[in-house]
């Protein structure tokens, strides 16, 4: 088995610990109740100085997982069970007042939007916007904290003089660098990335991501990643999570997600991306990702999984380390995963089985 | 009998101007853009190009629905700006049809989905019974992968991104067009649905020989589908071709920025699918077989 | 549509307490059909009684019972406000659609137009025209002339929904559908349309009634016609504020401000129902 080895579950290096999230859309508009399951228990750390990539097609709940997250859940959408910690708070970030978490937001945990334009104000200069998110973060007197934004953009190479400029003038890649430097100018310890360079031409979207990751290992942030394309994963990412229908079915290192992936959704994705000097045929996957109002019994992925099998139409399949690191919810990647069987299983003895 | 040509477009430009009464300029959205389209044989012409490249604009002009500066297009011999009576263009749509890059915005939110497939057949079949209208919608959604019975009454949000492009494309193929111009059609449907819609743009040049427009920026999906390829940057043809010729081996600096630029699956060559678990198995094309009784398996 | 307003009521607050109001007032107006008095005569019974038995709201100096007099006023208020929205709605559609779909010149041509009609000054134009008009404004007449003067602002409203409806993908597909243009204004684009009309209607209907009473206060309108500026004139003619009437001041305007809460009510609870987004919530998109 290939892939580096990490630490185990359990290390308190974790930046982020998220235990049984649960977050759903609770809606009732004249007299119709509806409850899409967003978030359906998702247990998962980010660890220190990791990039961890999140995957998924639309509408598999990864956007209300960073919401959740962040604790910027607004009503119809709730938290309606479990826990989100991090490591730079000594509570559940749902226990604190509204004003203590302005105080982490931005300081410890701050953002990567994919709409650059909705984050920098249309009708401030860069400079401003950099004053209105940090300043009083960073309690410094104001030519004092000029002066670190300029040489926080120097170490970035950004050039200074885009402080001056308004959002409009700037190229669309030059303003989501910029929404880089803004997001990481108080060194936060946690980073959410959201969909950053999907809106980005090709050769813009490449020096984007050098930029996110050198970023990163230069300040030894964490981040989380979260994007539906996952050849911007294998680029960026050091562990991956594919989500399906407000479940986490497979996390692992990513080159080992990508060169055994255990969970059949997880295949079929990386099967089908295509690649420059490959045009033999690519076989789709049947059906559509499931409605989260009325997801199917059982695994939410069996009826268009071609290893479906009877227990997968009845019983949800538990979250199994089943290598180092690599954790899959899916009966057929071993036929020792069952949720009577205790979630941590002897790694090496799955491993063997699988060789048969 | 030579020089017959489905699609025309030589010199192409469309210039838009800037400014107020003082100081106009002009800039150029699409500047000398020339290349045909063979009538003999139907072929997948992908347009590469990254935004502000001027593809999308080049797309509405093809489509008659923006008029160029300077230049012509001529649809099997006739020139598009002698289009003018309602007639005329009906006869044109009937040909030519678009598919647009956001299946949900192609679509009304407050209309059902199928109203437009049998608007389509009265007016370019002239389908007048609600029965033929119905059978030409049906018909259409088959080659798509689709039955009427499976949209039928449906609203657009009821559907996948993926189901609602592939109702898109057979609302589009209901006239019995020779030409689609597809304008990015897969860029918003999710990843593990794009195939299919890919796949059925092959389908549609070899199975029923219609000619396909594909413009994009993912150089990845227009070499699996595309015969012919030109690439525009800022409004020009920096590069055209065979495709795989083309993407094999780029001569224009911007089209070898472009390769270089694209993000491999592999960075660390690792090797993709190269493992032995079941799934990976699976999708490598080994049928694995399931005893539900038992816990074990079976490879065939 | 029964399923609509059932729905509306249960689960609308606002709606509910409009719909209630406004049941109220149309009650009072239809009470008028069966008004022992006519409207116009004067001096049929006891003057200034207070609210007693047998009147209910007492009498005025005209010798008028202020309940049956206040049943008439109320309908033609009532009928002269949604005369005016009705067709200035026509005018503002037409003229909002039109500029708003074609563009180029004709929008431009239209809009100056538009312009120009919104910043008439109102008032004076209305007493000019009254002093012109003098016996020959009839309250059709009067109806009329507001219409032409209050559909400008909302067609800029419909307008701008249509240009931003133009540019959407989905018109472009109903082109290419074959549609014809006017087909495609009205199938496709008018249901976003319709909730500015609803909502704008109601406002309109307040406008127009506020407008009215303040001429009619002012004795710029047949004074003769019952109407709750009509009924006011007539306080202040007989100053009833100085010789105690309170009850013929009192009932007018308080029924013509509850008209106005019920209006407002319902034009907002309305428009949210029937707003697209809103009800694309409802259906599932979330």
Redesign the interface.
């Known amino acids: 088995m290939?892939?580096r080895v990490l630490a185990g579950a359990d290390a308190d290096d974790a930046v982020l610990r998220t235990k049984d999230l649960r977050a759903y859309?609770q809606?009732s508009?004249?007299?119709?109740e509806?409850e899409?399951r967003a978030v359906d228990s998702i247990t998962m750390q980010v660890r220190k100085n990791e990039i961890y990539g999140l995957a998924g097609?639309?509408s598999c709940g990864k956007t209300t997982f960073i919401k959740a997250i962040a604790a910027a859940i607004q009503p119809p959408l709730n938290v309606v069970g479990g826990s989100v910690r991090y490591s730079f708070l000594d509570r559940d970030i749902y226990a604190l007042t509204p004003d203590e978490r302005d105080v982490v937001r931005w300081r410890h945990l701050s953002y990567i939007m994919q709409g650059s334009m909705s984050v920098l104000n249309p009708v401030r200069r860069v400079q401003r916007t950099f004053e209105d998110f940090a300043f009083r973060h960073m309690n410094l007197p104001k030519g004092a904290f000029l002066e670190a934004v300029k040489a926080h953009l120097s170490r970035l190479r950004l050039p200074a003089d885009i402080l001056r400029a308004y959002p409009h003038e700037l190229s669309?890649g030059m303003r989501q660098r910029v929404c880089i430097a803004l997001a990481t100018v108080c060194r936060p310890e946690f980073i959410i990335a959201d969909e950053p360079t999907t809106a980005l031409?090709?050769?813009v979207?490449?020096d984007v991501?050098t930029m996110i990751r050198e970023t990163q290992r230069e300040f030894g942030s964490s981040m989380i990643f979260v994007t539906?394309?996952?050849?911007?994963h294998?680029?960026v990412a050091d562990r991956l999570g594919i989500m399906y229908a407000g479940r986490l079915v497979e996390e692992g290192p990513t080159?080992?997600v990508?060169?055994?992936?255990?969970?059949?959704?997880?295949?079929?994705?990386?099967?089908?991306?295509?690649?420059?000097?490959?045009?033999n045929?690519?076989?789709?996957?049947p059906g559509?990702?499931p409605n989260l109002?009325d997801p199917p019994a059982g695994c939410r992925f069996h009826p268009r999984c071609?290893?479906a099998?009877?227990?997968c139409r009845r019983e949800v399949p538990v979250l199994t380390t089943l290598a180092p690191g690599h954790r899959v919810a899916?009966f057929?990647?071993?036929?020792n995963v069952h949720p009577s069987i205790a979630p941590e299983i002897n790694a090496a003895e799955a491993v063997e089985e699988?060789?048969i | 009998m030579t020089g017959a040509s489905l699609l025309e477009v030589d010199h192409l430009t469309k210039s838009y101007a800037r400014g107020g009464v003082f100081g106009r300029q002009s800039f150029d959205a699409v500047r000398d853009v020339s290349f045909s389209l063979p009538i003999e044989q139907p072929e997948v012409f992908a347009i590469i190009g990254?935004?502000g490249s001027g593809k999308t604009t080049l797309a509405r002009m093809i489509l008659n629905m923006i008029a160029p500066t300077a230049g012509s297009i001529r649809f099997s011999g006739g020139n598009l700006t002698a289009l003018r009576r309602r007639s005329d263009r009906l006869g044109f749509m009937k040909q030519v049809q678009p598919i647009f890059q956001n299946p949900f915005e192609a679509f009304n939110p407050l209309k059902r989905v199928d109203r437009y497939l049998l608007i389509s057949a009265k007016n370019f079949l002239g389908a007048r019974s609600q029965a033929e209208r119905e059978r030409a919608a049906d018909d259409a959604l088959n080659k798509v992968g689709l039955s009427l019975a499976e949209i039928r009454r449906r609203f657009p949000h009821e559907?996948?991104?993926?189901?609602l492009q592939r109702v898109a494309i057979a609302r589009a193929l209901i006239s019995e067009p020779s030409l689609l111009v597809a304008d990015e059609p897969v860029s918003m449907v999710?990843?593990?649905?794009?195939?299919?819609i890919?796949?059925l743009f092959r389908r549609l040049r070899d199975d029923l020989g219609v000619s396909i427009i594909y413009i994009t920026?993912?150089?990845?999906?227009a070499?699996?589908i595309s015969d012919r390829i030109i690439i525009m940057r800022k409004g020009e043809v920096v590069e055209s071709g065979p495709a795989?010729a083309v993407?094999?081996n780029p001569q224009h600096e911007y089209s070898k920025?472009?390769?270089?630029?694209?993000?491999?699956?592999?960075?660390?060559g690792?090797?993709?699918?190269?493992?032995?678990?079941?799934?990976?198995r699976?999708?490598?094309g080994n049928a694995?077989h399931?005893d539900?009784e038992a816990?074990?398996?079976r490879i065939e | 549509m029964i399923r609509t307003v059932r729905?509306?009521f249960?689960?609308?607050g606002e709606f509910a307490a409009g719909a209630v109001i406004m049941m109220v007032v149309l009650a009072m107006s239809l009470a008028s059909y069966f008004s022992p008095y006519s409207p116009i005569d004067a001096y049929l019974v006891p003057m200034d009684v207070p609210p007693s038995e047998p009147y209910w709201f007492g009498t005025n100096s005209r010798g008028q019972d202020v309940f049956w007099q206040l049943t008439y006023a109320l309908r033609n208020t009532l009928a002269f406000g949604f005369v005016v929205a009705f067709i200035s709605r026509l005018l503002s559609l037409a003229v909002g659609l039109i500029s708003g779909y074609v563009g180029g010149a004709v929008d431009r041509v239209l809009m100056s137009i538009n312009d120009t009609f919104i910043v008439i000054p109102l008032f004076p134009l209305l007493v000019l025209l009254y002093f012109v008009l003098r016996e020959d404004m009839t309250w059709f007449m009067l109806a009329l002339i507001m219409a032409c003067l209050g559909w400008a602002y909302d067609a800029r409203l419909i307008r701008s929904v249509m240009i931003s409806l133009r540019t959407r993908e989905f018109t472009n597909a109903s082109i290419f559908s074959g549609m014809s243009t006017p087909r495609i204004v009205t199938e496709e684009h008018l249901p976003y349309v319709l909730p500015i009309v609803f909502s704008t209607f109601m406002n309109n209907m307040n406008w127009s009634i506020g407008l009215e009473v303040t001429l009619a206060v002012l004795g710029f309108t047949d004074v003769n016609t019952p109407t709750i500026g009509g009924m006011i004139f007539w306080a202040n003619q007989h100053s009833a504020m100085v010789s105690g009437v309170w009850w013929w001041y009192l009932f007018p305007t308080f029924f013509v401000t509850i008209t106005f809460i019920g209006l407002f009510l319902l034009s907002i609870s309305m428009n949210e129902?029937i707003d697209p987004r809103?009800r694309l919530?409802?259906m599932?998109n979330?």
């Open positions: 290939s892939g859309y809606m508009y004249f007299g119709i509806r899409v097609e639309s669309g031409d090709v050769v979207q490449k991501l539906h394309d996952l050849t911007v294998a680029n080159a080992e990508f060169a055994n992936p255990m969970h059949p959704y997880t295949a079929h994705l990386v099967a089908s991306l295509p690649r420059i000097g490959e045009a045929t690519r076989h789709a996957l559509a990702p109002a071609p290893l099998m009877d227990i899916c057929a990647a071993s036929p699988e060789r | 990254e935004s559907l996948s991104g993926g189901q999710d990843a593990s649905l794009r195939m299919s890919v796949n920026h993912d150089l990845a999906t070499y699996y795989r993407l094999d920025l472009l390769k270089e630029s694209l993000l491999s699956p592999d960075p660390s690792e090797g993709v699918l190269s493992g032995s678990s079941v799934a990976t699976q999708v490598r694995v399931f539900s816990r074990g398996e | 729905d509306l249960r689960y609308n129902y809103s919530s409802r599932g979330g």
